[in-house]
């Protein structure tokens, strides 16, 4: 979608004031909805990525309403959710926006028993230690029922992702510990 489409699309869902200059960027329509928020509730991977593309912040909160995007995308159940979230969490949308009640998105993830959405999450860095306003961590949210599946393979993931912050970690620092193509073979000088 190009900024054009975007621009048109926009004005078509009640957004008058929208324009990409900063005056107009944050606008909202009549339902208080911010360009951001309406693209979310739409599934509009194109349209997210047409709205990057004009510096939005993504990681302001009053560039989205009283609901944290993210968090309505989560709970959705549409097949586009995964997509969204990696639109947004790509612009540096907080991974842990909290809703009312102090969840994040993968607690509410894993109440629903989405193990693929859980697995993402934390694939993208959620804090998966997070506790709610009742005292529940994220795994305290998975149902009885769903823990013989979701549990291990969020271990998994989590194993996963540990290892691969460190490896990370340990290529970066060998750039300046070690020679990170190998041992260098010193010659004699004659």
């Known amino acids: 979608m190009t900024l054009f489409e975007l621009h048109s699309y926009l004005k078509q869902a009640g957004f ?64 586009l959710a995964l997509d969204v979230l990696e639109v947004l969490y790509d612009n540096k949308f907080p991974i842990n926006a909290q809703d009312e009640n102090k969840n994040n998105a993968l607690h509410l993830a894993n109440s629903l028993a989405l193990k693929q959405e859980s697995q993402f999450l934390i694939s993208y860095g959620i804090d998966y230690l997070a506790i709610n306003s009742e005292g529940k961590n994220t795994f305290d949210t998975i149902p009885i029922a769903a823990e013989r599946f979701m549990v291990p393979a969020i271990n998994k993931t989590i194993k996963a992702y540990k290892k691969s912050s460190v490896s990370s970690l340990g290529t970066f620092s060998s750039l300046f510990h070690s020679n990170p193509v190998g041992k260098l073979k010193t010659r004699k000088l004659k």
């Open 16 to 79: 008058d004031r929208w324009g990409v200059s900063s005056a107009r960027l944050y606008s909202t329509n009549k339902d208080g909805q911010t360009a951001l928020d309406f693209l979310c509730s739409e599934f509009s991977v194109k349209g997210l990525k047409a709205l990057s593309a004009t510096n939005y912040q993504f990681n302001i909160e009053d560039t989205y309403s009283h609901k944290v995007p993210s968090l309505t995308v989560i709970t959705s159940g549409n097949s």
